[in-house]
C-alpha cells in the first residue's frame, strides 16, 4: 500500500505524451484516454485536454485524461472518457485520483465534472458514490452512450471463433469466401472513399457518420497512423469499393469502430465476409482482443430473451447492428453508470434538478438560455 504522502502528482496540458500513453496501455486502459485522442478531439472539436498523473518514486500509479467542452452561455463541463487509468488498484490510490479529480473541478470552475468509466474498471463505482458522484442523468450534455459491446477471444482458433457464432452467420460467411470480393487494407489516400461510404450509410440510418467531416477524417488518421492506432479496410468488388471499415487498435485490443457501404452486392454476402476477414486479420496482427464498440443494451436483453423481441425493439436504430454483431459469438460487456460531480451546490440545483427535467422536452440552447437567465438575476 502507498501513502498519499508519498505521492506526487503532475498536471499537464495537451500534447502528444507517450510516456502516459505507454501507461495506459499497460493498465488495460482505452484509447480515448490516450494523449493522441485528446489531439484530436482538441483540433476537431476544440476541446481542451488536461492530464493529471499520479507517480511514486517517479514511476507512474494512477492517472486521468480530462476533457474541457465550453458550452456558450452556460460554462465548463469536464469530461473523462473510459477512465481514470488505476495500475494499482488499491482503495487509497482510486481515492487519491477521484480525490484529485474533484479539486480539479473546483479549481477550474467546473458545472460539473462527467465520468464514463471502461468496463474494465467497474471496481471503481463504490468509491465515486461515497465521494458525493451521482448518477448523471442522460439529459445533461454531453451524452456518451456505449451501453455494452462485444468481445471475441482471439487466442481462440479460426475453427473455434466460428463455432460460437449463429449457423446462420457461418453459413453466410462461407458462401461469401466464394464470392469475387477482394478484402483490402487501405491507405490515407482511400479515407475519401471511405467517408462517402460512411454518409451513405449514415443517410441510410438517418444518423450522422461517426467521424462527421472528411477534414476530421484526415485528421484522426494523420495523428493516429504513424502510432499504428487506426486501420482501413475495404472490401473490392470488379474494381469499385463498396464497403470499408476504420477500425482503431491499442494495446491488446482491435476495436470495429465505423462501418460504411453502398448496399451493392448484398447478394455476395458482404457484411458477413468482411467482418470474418477483419476478425481474421486483427487476430494475425497478435491482438488478443476483438471489440465490436457498441450494443444497444435495450436491444440485448431482447434479443436474448426467450420471447419474441417486440416491434418497438426492432424499430431501433441500433437493433440491426446489436442483432448481427450478437451473432458472431464471444462475450457481452457491460459498462458501469456515467458519473457526475457537481463543485456548487446551487449550480447543482439548476443543472441537475431543474434543467434535467426541461432537457427532456426541449431542446438544448433553450435550456442554456433558460440557466443563463436564472443566474443573471
Known amino acids: 500500500m502507498v501513502a498519499k504522502k508519498d505521492m506526487d502528482v503532475e498536471y499537464k496540458e495537451r500534447g502528444v505524451d507517450l510516456e502516459w500513453d505507454a501507461f495506459v496501455d499497460k493498465t488495460g486502459g482505452d484509447i480515448h484516454q490516450t494523449s493522441l485522442w485528446s489531439e484530436y478531439e482538441y483540433n476537431s472539436k476544440n476541446w481542451r485536454g488536461y492530464r493529471f498523473i499520479v507517480k511514486n518514486e517517479n514511476n507512474i500509479v494512477a492517472g486521468c485524461q480530462i476533457s474541457i467542452i465550453t458550452i456558450r452561455f452556460l460554462g465548463q463541463i469536464g469530461y473523462v472518457q473510459m477512465g481514470p487509468c488505476v495500475n494499482e488498484k488499491s482503495s487509497d490510490t482510486i481515492n487519491i485520483v477521484i480525490d484529485e479529480l474533484k479539486k480539479f473541478s473546483r479549481k477550474n470552475r467546473l458545472l460539473y465534472l462527467i465520468i464514463a468509466p471502461n468496463f474494465k474498471d467497474a471496481d ?31 487466442a481462440l482458433s479460426e475453427d473455434a471463433l466460428l463455432a460460437q457464432m449463429k449457423s446462420m452467420r457461418k453459413r453466410n460467411i462461407r458462401k461469401g469466401l466464394t464470392m469475387p470480393v477482394q478484402f483490402k487494407e487501405g491507405s490515407r489516400k482511400d479515407l475519401k472513399t471511405f467517408y462517402d461510404l460512411s454518409v451513405i450509410t449514415a443517410n441510410r440510418h438517418k444518423a450522422a457518420p461517426g467521424i462527421s467531416t472528411l477534414e476530421g477524417l484526415y485528421m484522426i488518421w494523420d495523428l493516429m497512423s504513424p502510432y499504428g492506432c487506426i486501420y482501413l479496410h475495404e472490401g473490392v468488388v470488379e474494381g469499385e469499393t463498396v464497403c470499408g471499415a476504420l477500425s482503431f487498435a491499442f494495446g491488446n485490443t482491435f476495436q470495429y469502430t465505423y462501418w460504411g457501404w453502398n448496399c451493392k452486392y448484398n447478394d455476395y454476402y458482404i457484411s458477413d465476409v468482411f467482418q470474418w ?43 440491426g447492428p446489436t442483432l ?4 458472431f459469438g464471444g462475450s457481452i460487456v457491460t459498462y458501469p453508470s456515467i458519473y457526475a460531480y457537481f463543485p456548487n451546490r446551487m449550480k447543482f440545483f439548476l443543472i441537475h434538478k431543474i434543467a434535467g427535467s426541461i432537457l427532456a422536452r426541449i431542446n438544448l440552447k433553450s435550456v442554456i438560455n433558460f440557466i443563463y437567465g436564472l443566474s443573471r438575476r
Open 124 to 154: 471503481i463505482v463504490p468509491h465515486l458514490e461515497l465521494k458525493k458522484f451521482i448518477v448523471k442523468k442522460q439529459s445533461l450534455p454531453p451524452a456518451p452512450r456505449l451501453d455494452a459491446t462485444l468481445l471475441l477471444d482471439l
Open 324 to 327: 448481427f454483431k450478437m451473432q
Open 277 to 319: 476477414n477483419l476478425i481474421r486479420y486483427a487476430k494475425e496482427k497478435g491482438y488478443k482482443y476483438y471489440d465490436f464498440v457498441q450494443l444497444d443494451l435495450e436491444c440485448v436483453k431482447a434479443i436474448s430473451s426467450k420471447s419474441d423481441v417486440p416491434d418497438s425493439i426492432k424499430q431501433k436504430n441500433f437493433y
